[in-house]
């Protein structure tokens, strides 16, 4: 459904233009191009009746191309569909729509639903979680505002040091704090982290404040992290390893990836249908 959905709610399934084009249907664009050509004072030929939907790559009428004021705004701000904006119970132009069909409300609600509050990337260090949580971020860009909080920005220590425990749990209060700054302004948190205790874990949890939390646990095979860590050049030999051998906890993810043989952008995309489901 959520692709069918156009900028400002209407469902493009029931368009004439869309109808026209799925079925090939010449009837359909000369009765359409002639009451639209009427209600706009615009010249809008059969031919032009042509459109694979609002949001979908593809034909589009020239209503769609470059009439419509709420696609335009829309695609300006870069969002996914105006449920993902601040200003849709307010919007004029969105306003003009749902006067007459009321039913856009609930659809654009429905598609902008969010089945988690953060993402939590849970696994050992070198197995690409930062750039996951990049891509992530990339991904949900106009649909949902993302803070990334990464363990690197509150480690005491330098990443070439060899990392105890410890050194993982002295950066709780600073990384829970920035967490629970995150979630109170209405972002979507995207915790990048190595979990290697019970305590630690514990305290991420906590961090949420009971809000709803996407686990993922993010890994790959040890001598693909073996050889990410060579490559980084900035890790004490062997973490790598240590992390995925004590990663806590080992099972109990909503969601397990494998960031060694598939992409950070397909992993990403994964991961946004979850968190959208």
């Known amino acids: 459904m959520k ?16 109808i026209a084009a799925a079925n090939d249907d010449d009837a359909i664009r000369e009765k359409t191009a002639k009451l639209w050509s009427e209600l706009n004072g615009v010249t809008i030929t059969p031919d032009q009746i042509n459109c694979d ?14 009439m419509c004021a709420v696609r335009r705004c829309a695609r300006e701000r870069e969002l996914f569909s ?17 006067e007459h069909s009321p039913e856009t409300l609930t659809n654009l609600k429905a598609i902008s639903r969010c089945a988690a509050d953060a993402i939590l990337l849970n696994g050992p260090s070198s197995a690409g979680k930062s750039t996951l949580a990049r891509a992530i971020a990339a991904a949900l860009r106009g649909r949902r505002e993302c803070a990334v909080i990464s ?58 404040g009971g809000r709803r939390c996407l686990k993922v646990l993010v890994s790959c095979d040890p001598e693909v992290l073996r ?21 806590y906890p080992k099972e109990g993810y909503d969601l397990a990836v494998d960031a060694g043989k598939t992409s950070p952008e397909d992993i990403a995309e994964e991961i946004v249908r979850h968190v959208f489901e």
Request: aromatic content about 8%.
């Open 151 to 208: 363990l690197d920005d509150h480690m005491l220590i330098e990443p070439w040091e060899q990392i105890w425990e410890d050194d993982v749990f002295d950066a709780v209060p600073t990384m829970s704090a920035e967490t629970e700054k995150a979630l109170e302004a209405g972002k979507l948190a995207i915790i990048d982290h190595v979990i290697t205790s019970e305590r630690i874990w514990d305290a991420a949890m906590s961090s949420l």
């Open 53 to 66: 939907g609002c949001r979908e790559a593809g034909r589009k009428t020239v209503f769609c191309e470059s």
């Open 82 to 98: 105006c449920g993902s904006c601040g200003e849709m119970g307010t919007c004029p132009k969105l306003g003009a729509i749902t």
């Open 227 to 247: 050889e990410r860590e060579r490559s980084r050049g900035n890790r004490f030999p062997g973490s790598a390893e240590d992390s995925l051998k004590y990663l």
């Open 3 to 18: 692709n069918s959905i156009a900028y400002c709610g209407l469902d493009c399934r029931k368009c004439p233009a869309y």
